[in-house]
């Protein structure tokens, strides 16, 4: 017994030796960091014809990149995108998650810029990863959540798991969230944080009203797109579970460009009728209904001549 315990501690010893000489240098560090510690995880996904790289963080990225692409709510979203945009266009996804449509746009068009707005730290830090691995030189990817007016506020989470998109600001409206206001009042007490360990969540789990809440700071897109030094938007989409008439109210500038012709916005019908009455009165129509209670509408500005 004591001979077969010296055995196992000169291998571990052996083993740690190795391991110690093998961080010693870059290149053998770096293989070892990439395919022992972590390992690849990237699979190639079509939607609609277009072929992205995407980095799969875990069990909920993972069903979802599988089963969601081809018959989820957004492929309308897709293919009326895949139409529309031109070489030289410039495309914003406000509420990017892991930044699906900013990859596939750019996969569409030769765009002269295309913006992620992401507020959320796991999934800011997804995006700029899934846009490393494209080589999109011409994408940036900013840490904001785009509201009325400037200010830090309180983003909350659904499950703190990365590339997870549902979380919402205190002053969206919260009726796709059940029992959100007690939720958030937990939150803001220390109480209620996970309940459920999100790496084993798939993309048909019930999730808690909300487990995990950040600082983040909030800016209209008009006052963003001065101060950064942005191109104007042609095309956008708008998926921020409730914030969607807040983001509207903080771009006028943006949408009596002419240079925007279209966006996709994710509504319900507590936000449908403030969010067209803001559209409408820019010059905006219904392109495309959507398919579901909680979906993607999109708006085109009239064509001149039509």
Known sequence: MQDRFGRFWRVKKGLAAFYSFLLKYRLSSRLFTAFVIEPPKIKEVDFGGFSIRAHIPGVYMNGWLINGPSKNNEMPTVRFLAKDLRDGDVFYEVGAAWGMYALICNKMARLKQCVAFEPQSLNFAETVRNVYLNNFQNTIVLPLAVGDESKFDDFYVQAFQTGYG???????????????????????????????????LSPDDDLPAFEWRERVLVMPLDRIISEAKLEWPTHMVIDIDGGEVLCLKGMEKTLANPALRALSIEVDEQTRGEVEKI?????????????????????????QGT
């Open 166 to 200: 549902g979380g919402a600001m205190a002053d969206y409206d919260r009726s796709m969230f059940s029992e959100s206001s007690e939720a958030m009042e937990a939150l803001r007490r220390g109480e209620g944080m996970a309940n459920k360990d999100p790496s084993s």
């Open 279 to 303: 559209l409408f009165a820019a010059g905006f129509s219904i392109e495309i209904e959507k398919t579901q209670s909680r979906g993607n509408v999109v708006y085109t500005r009239a064509r």
